[in-house]
């Protein structure tokens, strides 16, 4: 079982950048994919971001050179840097962990999919206002 606590959320313009952590309990094989998930309101799940054991990510092509996705393997949290922050990224944001996976149809390990993954934190949110 790995339990999953999000910060960083907070209220910031148009432009501007926001810092999400990501503690987890303990690092398994069933963390070997971590990755960040938002759902706006009214909207599906949308995969951000997403980071392999060994340090490989991959992005959601609407955050794709504005965000960055890390992780700090000895102290088991994981990172979201967004920059450029616009109002079409106001939802919350949650962190997720599953097994090691390979998409099927692009090849991506540890895909930024949600239906990948199957640990899940709370969330926090981020409001981007213009």
């Known amino acids: 079982q790995v339990q999953l606590v999000e910060s960083g959320g907070g209220s910031v313009q148009a432009g501007g950048s926001l810092r999400l952590s990501c503690a987890a309990s303990?690092?398994?094989?069933?963390?070997?994919?971590m990755a960040w998930v938002r759902q706006a309101p009214g909207k599906g799940r949308e995969g951000v971001a997403a980071?392999?054991?060994?340090?490989?990510?991959s992005y959601g092509d609407s955050v794709t050179g504005r965000f960055n996705i890390s992780k700090d393997n000895a102290d088991k949290t994981l990172y979201l840097q967004m920059n450029s922050l616009q109002t079409a990224d106001t939802a919350p944001y949650f962190c997720a962990a599953g097994p090691f996976s390979r998409d099927r149809a692009t090849g991506i390990l540890c895909p930024p999919i949600a239906r990948y993954y199957n640990y899940w934190g709370q969330g926090t949110q981020v409001t981007v206002s213009s």
């Open positions: 303990q690092y398994t094989v069933g963390s070997d994919c």
């Open positions: 980071i392999t054991r060994s340090g490989a990510t």
